[in-house]
Structures are given as structure tokens and as C-alpha cells.
């Protein structure tokens, strides 16, 4: 069997053996050409193979790609074990550095123009194990549907990389997505289609243009960390409440919740979306600090919360001027929104959806809705019903003192709730206000 050196350690020409963890190996060893014409598809599945093993039960190790640009015609699949819950060995993908931006020569640093067509994934890992991906862009200039990469079981680690669709399709015409994490079944094994068990994946600092999703998590794709990346202007979405990350569990029949995220710090351009982060069947994730920015028409929202988004815990970034939040209207679940803005009901009604906390960008004050609650026009008493979470107490820096513009909704009292504290700032009283009968009520605690 051919032998190709590294350094003390030697790796087979077929599969390989154990080397040295300082080591890589590249796709010229087998191959690969990088001159955009060859068709490098076998030769990079040939170094994926070695560090596999025909049954995935080789040590895993490093690929490393040179500053060309190489020709896929094909996919590629990463090989596990075959177990009914497989395992893969450790693999690291590492270019020279990515294109980051639409606007210089598009064949600069490491490119990999996967042009074959897959329903699932042009890399493809469904076992237990690491899959590192980093400086390296990525493109399709077959122009497919297909995202890029597709996990069920496989954590990841995409870093540092650019992805770029075909410039045949831009803004509201874009259908391809990038990252897809599970499947759509709640089943968990090692099939194409079963949910996702990759916890602790983290896709950061990545460059996105001319795509639709960066990511999709689908069941059970909990656990993972979407953070610092960036979506380009020609980036968009064909779909009606579409957006450019989106968490949701679309299994038919669907228990269970996908939770345990975090969405943060991403600078988004979504005037061709009409939605930056969309949370369908989802609990207990955190999307935080998101800038949005370019809004237009088609812009609807930072977020939208599906009616079976619950416990989901939101503070808005920068967003376009006057662009809320987006809560479906037959939700009664619990979400944690801290606005820069304003909360809208799908029907375009100004109130704080049913269930949820908000703060009060004016004065800081926790909001709650068991019911519904009015913010009522410029002035009025901002008033949250009960406190769930400092309890029972709350500081208002305004008059307290009703004036006939003041617009209330008011839901039914929690149980054991005991009324707000606020202070009157014409006369520095503090007061207990509370409902009674539908009407509000004002004792005098003074100073």
C-alpha cells in the first residue's frame, strides 16, 4: 500500500493509521488539483476517507487546504461506524481564509464551489463526534438548492468561513440555505432524517451572502451557539414568514421543544427578509443583541415568536427604525422580551402579547400580561399587573396620577398578586396601586 510521510508518522494511500496530532494531510496527496476546472470531488472525499477509515474507526485529523479554488461536482459524506448510534472520529477542515466580501475577485483564499445537488447536505455528517470547519469560502455556482452542510449527530464548529449562493439569485428570490442542524422526525439514531444530538455546535464569525438560512435548527437542535456573524444585502428569503436564522421542532406531531440556544451579536442586513430571527416550536433560547439593519417593505420584524414559541428570552438590538417584535397571535406562552421598540401581535395591534414579560424602554419597568395590556398613548401610566420577577415592587419615575388620555386593558389578577409600588414624581408620595373591579386604585403610602 502506498505511503504518504508525515513527518515520523505515515498515513495509507487508501486509509489511514495513527499519526501524529501535529500533522495534517491535504487533498493534493490524493489527488486534488485547486485549478477550478479539475473536478476535486474524489480526492477530497479520498482525504476525508483516510482520516475515517472504511468503517469510521480511525483517530480523525486535519485537512488543510491550500489558497486555490477547488471544483466539486460531487458531495461529500463523512463515514462513521454504521452503529445504530454512530460514531465518527474527529475531523478539522482548514483553509488559508475566506472571501469576505462581494466586492473584491471572487477566487481569493481557500474556495470550495461544491456544485452537486443532495436533498439533504453537500457535506453531509450524521455521527457522534467534531466536525471543525474553519477559513475556508464556500460556493455553489451550479446554482442548487442544496445547504452546504447538514448535521444530525455531528457537533460542529464552523468558524471563520464565507458562504456565498449563486449571484443568479439575490434578496427576496434566494432559496438556499447554509447550515441545517436535524432532521424533522423525533427520532434519534443515525438516519438522514432524525433529530439533532450535535449539542454544543458553535457557528461564529462567518460571512453570508447571496443565501437564505445561515442556520436552521430543527428537532432537537438544542445546545448550540449561533454568534458574530454577518449576512450581506444580497441575502433574503422566498418564503412568506421567512427568516435568515430560524429555531423550530417541524416534526409531525411534534412533543417536544428545541431549546437551549443562543443568538447573539449578529449584524444582519434584512431588507430582503421579513423576519432576522424566527423562533417556532421553542423554549428557554436567548436572542440577544442583534443588530438589524436596511430594513425596507419587506421587513416585518427583529423576531418573530411562533404560537408555540414559550420561555424564550429576547433584547433587541438595533433594529430599523420603528421595527418590532412580531408575536403570533394564538400564542398564550411565556416570553421574556426586553424591547428597544415595541411588541406587535400579528394583526398589527399594539399590546403585549398574552403570557409575556416585557421592559418598559421608557422606564425600565418589568411588564406583565395576563391578558392583555394596552401601552395606551404618550403619557400614560405604563402599568404592569403583577411582577414575576422582582416581586411585587416596582419604581415609576412619572406622575402616577391617571389623566384621561391613559388607555387600560386590564386581564384578570394573578394569584397572591398585591398591587405596584410607584413614586409620584411631583410630590415624592409613593403609592400602592391596584385593580379593583376593573379600575385602578391609589393608596397613599407617602414619603
Not at 442544496?146 to 464548529?157: A, H, K, R, V
Not at 400579528?346 to 403585549?352: A, F, K, Q, V
Amino acid at each position: 500500500m502506498a505511503q504518504v510521510g508525515l513527518g515520523s508518522q505515515s498515513i495509507g494511500g487508501a486509509f489511514g493509521i495513527v499519526y501524529a496530532d501535529n500533522t495534517f494531510i491535504t487533498p493534493e496527496m490524493f489527488g486534488a488539483v485547486g485549478d477550478g476546472v479539475t473536478d476535486d470531488t474524489a480526492a477530497i472525499q479520498a482525504a476525508l476517507d483516510a482520516l475515517t477509515g472504511p468503517l469510521g474507526d480511525q483517530v480523525g485529523g486535519r485537512i488543510v487546504f491550500a489558497p486555490k479554488y477547488y471544483l466539486c461536482l460531487g458531495k461529500f459524506v463523512i463515514i462513521n461506524d454504521g452503529f445504530a448510534f454512530p460514531k465518527q472520529p474527529p475531523i478539522s477542515l482548514e483553509g488559508s481564509g475566506p472571501l469576505w466580501s462581494f466586492r473584491v475577485p471572487t477566487r481569493a483564499g481557500t474556495v470550495i464551489d461544491i456544485r452537486g445537488a443532495d436533498t439533504h447536505g453537500k457535506i453531509v455528517t450524521t455521527g457522534f463526534g467534531k466536525l471543525d470547519i474553519k477559513n475556508i469560502c464556500f460556493r455553489d455556482e451550479a446554482a442548487t438548492t442544496t445547504p452546504w452542510i447538514y448535521s444530525t449527530n455531528t457537533t460542529l464548529g464552523i468558524r471563520k468561513n464565507a458562504f456565498y449562493g449563486s449571484t443568479t439569485r439575490s434578496g427576496v428570490t434566494c432559496d438556499q440555505d447554509v447550515i441545517i442542524l436535524g432532521g424533522n422526525t423525533q427520532v434519534w439514531a443515525g438516519g438522514l432524517d432524525d433529530g439533532f444530538q450535535g449539542y454544543g455546535t458553535v457557528i461564529e464569525q462567518n460571512f453570508f451572502d447571496y443565501v437564505r438560512r445561515f442556520v436552521y435548527g430543527r428537532t432537537s437542535a438544542n445546545g448550540n451557539v449561533v454568534r458574530d456573524n454577518y449576512g450581506g444585502g444580497e441575502c433574503g428569503s422566498n418564503l412568506v414568514a421567512g427568516a435568515c436564522i430560524e429555531f423550530d421542532n417541524p416534526a409531525v406531531g411534534a412533543t417536544l421543544y428545541t431549546s437551549g440556544n443562543v443568538i447573539a451579536d449578529n449584524l444582519i442586513q434584512y431588507g430582503s427578509y421579513p423576519y432576522a430571527v424566527k423562533l417556532g416550536r421553542t423554549e428557554r433560547n436567548t436572542v440577544r443583541g442583534n443588530n438589524c439593519f436596511d430594513g425596507t417593505v419587506v421587513t416585518l420584524g427583529q423576531l418573530l415568536l411562533g404560537a408555540s414559541a414559550q420561555l424564550n428570552f429576547f433584547e433587541a438590538g438595533y433594529g430599523h427604525p420603528g421595527t418590532p417584535v412580531v408575536v403570533d397571535n394564538s400564542t398564550t406562552k411565556d416570553n421574556v422580551l426586553i424591547l428597544s421598540d415595541r411588541i406587535l401581535l400579528d394583526d398589527g395591534s399594539n399590546t403585549l402579547p398574552s403570557h409575556s414579560f416585557a421592559k418598559d424602554p421608557d422606564t425600565g419597568m418589568w411588564l406583565f400580561a395576563d391578558g392583555e395590556l394596552a401601552f395606551g398613548t404618550v403619557g400614560a401610566i405604563k402599568l404592569h399587573l403583577a411582577d414575576a420577577i422582582y416581586p411585587q415592587v416596582a419604581v415609576y419615575a412619572h406622575d402616577v396620577h391617571p389623566a384621561t388620555d391613559d388607555t387600560y386593558n386590564l386581564g384578570a389578577k394573578p394569584v397572591g398578586w398585591k398591587g405596584v409600588v410607584v413614586k409620584d414624581t411631583t410630590n415624592g408620595h409613593w403609592y400602592r396601586i391596584v385593580v379593583t373591579a376593573g379600575a385602578l386604585a391609589l393608596t397613599d403610602l407617602g414619603t
